[in-house]
């Protein structure tokens, strides 16, 4: 009953939504360019000037939900991002459909000029965990697509939410990392009983392997595997009229509930892949046998051709696995309580597409509420050509889990 009341506010206080083309999805914010809720209008002008700010520059990537924050990452792709790890309030001014982003813990945490070791450089995907805690990856870059200036070492950062306090920082260590690292995700693996014993995945897109964190020892471990590499066959990309090559590794990865062995499946892909994996965690939290245990490592099998995912969020309710689309402008899923002994087309759904409201869903989630959090960036344009600044660039998407797959072959009934 708490999920529901909870899912019914969160949901009531974006009325002012409207639907898009595709209505299994509702379009709930939206920007031509980002802002921000910087400290005074002083502080802001500084930041245009000194070139701290260059609003052009700020493309939202990743989200995640607690309570009533809606919180919103702009890695610092280009030089000029005000802050990298931001939320919007979802109990107040729902009508206001295009708000400031207001930076998390605070604004001068974000700046690159805050020289101190608990600056936050740039961030790319989030996750909250069942006992209120936000787990980040600060990659430690500026300007990735430009001079791409290591500001720090990346670094692992958890935030208790309840008090907005930094009560873990990890510095990787270097056998954590190859010359080609990039750290754009983290999936935290906890239950409200197991707070102090928890685990993080972290999928490393551009060395091909999955660093393994463990809160209660405080220490990593690098896990290697043949089906962390991308597929060769499946590196080609057209989005939004633009072309394009990626070799991006293992990406995408999500926890099914706790079995009766007091361990998940997780889930996960490269993004340049059709094929979805999965290991038992019992594998990869053994740092001795992680990289050794071939065989435990099972292939799933294919969505199809032109299925490329980015990010993917499972619901342990209903055990659908969803996940973007980027080929397709839209979202798919797959049920794995319903379809677990099959992985193909036939199993899988796009439940939403839309050339223009979803080009280039980047990020997605479901939320404590069984909610579904989408969001579409057009990030190939921001790269390769710029964005028409005139036009609406970035949505925000949500809906019940259940709304979504209702009358799909995701559907559990």
């Given at each position: 009953?708490?999920?529901?009341?909870?899912?019914?506010?969160?949901?009531?206080?974006?009325?002012?939504?409207?639907?898009?083309?595709?209505?299994?999805?509702?379009?709930?914010?939206?920007?031509?360019?980002?802002?921000?809720?910087?400290?005074?209008?002083?502080?802001?002008?500084?930041?245009?000037?000194?070139?701290?700010?260059?609003?052009?520059?700020?493309l939202p990537l990743g989200l995640e939900v607690w309570r009533d924050k809606l919180f919103i990452t702009v890695p610092r792709w280009?030089?000029?991002?005000?802050?990298?790890?931001?939320?919007?309030?979802?109990?107040?001014?729902?009508?206001n459909r295009s708000p400031n982003l207001i930076p998390y813990p605070n604004y001068e945490q974000n700046r690159l000029a805050h020289n101190m070791t608990d600056r936050i450089v740039?961030?790319?995907?989030?996750?909250?965990?069942?006992?209120?805690?936000?787990?980040?990856?600060?990659?430690?870059?500026?300007?990735?697509w430009g001079e791409a200036f290591p500001v720090q070492t990346p670094k692992l950062m958890v935030f208790d939410l309840n008090t907005d306090t930094l009560i873990r920082q990890y510095t990787f260590r270097p056998d954590d990392m190859k010359p080609d690292s990039f750290f754009a995700?983290?999936?935290?693996?906890?239950?409200?009983?197991?707070?102090?014993?928890?685990?993080?995945?972290?999928?490393?897109?551009?060395?091909?392997?999955?660093?393994?964190?463990s809160f209660a020892s405080n220490t990593s471990w690098r896990v290697k595997h043949h089906f962390f590499h991308f597929d060769p066959l499946s590196g080609n990309f057209h989005v939004g009229g633009q072309n394009f090559q990626w070799t991006d590794?293992?990406?995408?990865?999500?926890?099914?509930?706790?079995?009766?062995?007091?361990?998940?499946?997780?889930?996960?892909?490269?993004l340049s892949s059709t094929r979805e994996f999965c290991v038992s965690?019992?594998?990869?939290?053994?740092?001795?046998?992680?990289?050794?245990?071939?065989?435990?490592?099972?292939?799933?099998g294919s969505r199809g051709p032109n299925t490329q995912a980015s990010g993917s969020?499972?619901?342990?309710?209903?055990?659908?696995?969803?996940?973007?689309?980027?080929?397709?402008?839209?979202?798919?899923?797959?049920?794995?309580?319903?379809?677990?002994?099959?992985y193909s087309a036939d199993t899988n759904h796009l439940v939403a597409s839309d050339s223009q409201t979803l080009e280039f869903p980047n990020d997605l989630k479901v939320d404590k509420t069984g909610t579904l959090w989408v969001l579409s960036d057009k990030l190939p344009l921001y790269l390769y050509r710029g964005l028409d600044l005139n036009e609406t660039n970035y949505r925000?998407?949500?809906?019940?889990?259940?709304?979504?797959?209702?009358?799909?072959?995701?559907?559990i009934k």
């Amino acid at each position: 009953m708490a999920r529901i009341a909870l899912a019914i506010l969160i949901l009531g206080c974006c009325t002012c939504a409207v639907w898009s083309v595709n209505d299994r999805l509702r379009e709930v914010f939206s920007w031509k360019q980002l802002d921000f809720a910087f400290p005074d209008q002083k502080t802001r002008q500084a930041a245009i000037a000194s070139g701290e700010y260059v609003q052009e520059n700020n493309l939202p990537l990743g989200l995640e939900v607690w309570r009533d924050k809606l919180f919103i990452t702009v890695p610092r792709w280009k030089a000029g991002v005000a802050s990298t790890l931001n939320y919007v309030s979802l109990g107040s001014e729902p009508e206001n459909r295009s708000p400031n982003l207001i930076p998390y813990p605070n604004y001068e945490q974000n700046r690159l000029a805050h020289n101190m070791t608990d600056r936050i450089v740039s961030v790319y995907r989030i996750n909250v965990d069942v006992c209120d805690r936000l787990w980040l990856v600060d990659t430690g870059l500026n300007d990735v697509w430009g001079e791409a200036f290591p500001v720090q070492t990346p670094k692992l950062m958890v935030f208790d939410l309840n008090t907005d306090t930094l009560i873990r920082q990890y510095t990787f260590r270097p056998d954590d990392m190859k010359p080609d690292s990039f750290f754009a995700n983290i999936l935290a693996d906890t239950t409200k009983d197991t707070c102090d014993d928890a685990f993080a995945y972290i999928p490393d897109l551009g060395g091909y392997g999955l660093v393994v964190y463990s809160f209660a020892s405080n220490t990593s471990w690098r896990v290697k595997h043949h089906f962390f590499h991308f597929d060769p066959l499946s590196g080609n990309f057209h989005v939004g009229g633009q072309n394009f090559q990626w070799t991006d590794g293992i990406f995408g990865v999500a926890l099914s509930p706790v079995k009766e062995d007091g361990y998940r499946t997780l889930y996960f892909h490269p993004l340049s892949s059709t094929r979805e994996f999965c290991v038992s965690t019992h594998i990869i939290q053994n740092a001795s046998i992680a990289s050794d245990s071939y065989y435990e490592y099972k292939v799933l099998g294919s969505r199809g051709p032109n299925t490329q995912a980015s990010g993917s969020s499972l619901d342990e309710v209903t055990g659908t696995l969803f996940y973007t689309q980027i080929n397709k402008d839209g979202v798919g899923c797959w049920n794995s309580f319903r379809s677990a002994d099959e992985y193909s087309a036939d199993t899988n759904h796009l439940v939403a597409s839309d050339s223009q409201t979803l080009e280039f869903p980047n990020d997605l989630k479901v939320d404590k509420t069984g909610t579904l959090w989408v969001l579409s960036d057009k990030l190939p344009l921001y790269l390769y050509r710029g964005l028409d600044l005139n036009e609406t660039n970035y949505r925000i998407f949500n809906a019940p889990v259940v709304d979504v797959i209702r009358g799909t072959v995701c559907d559990i009934k």
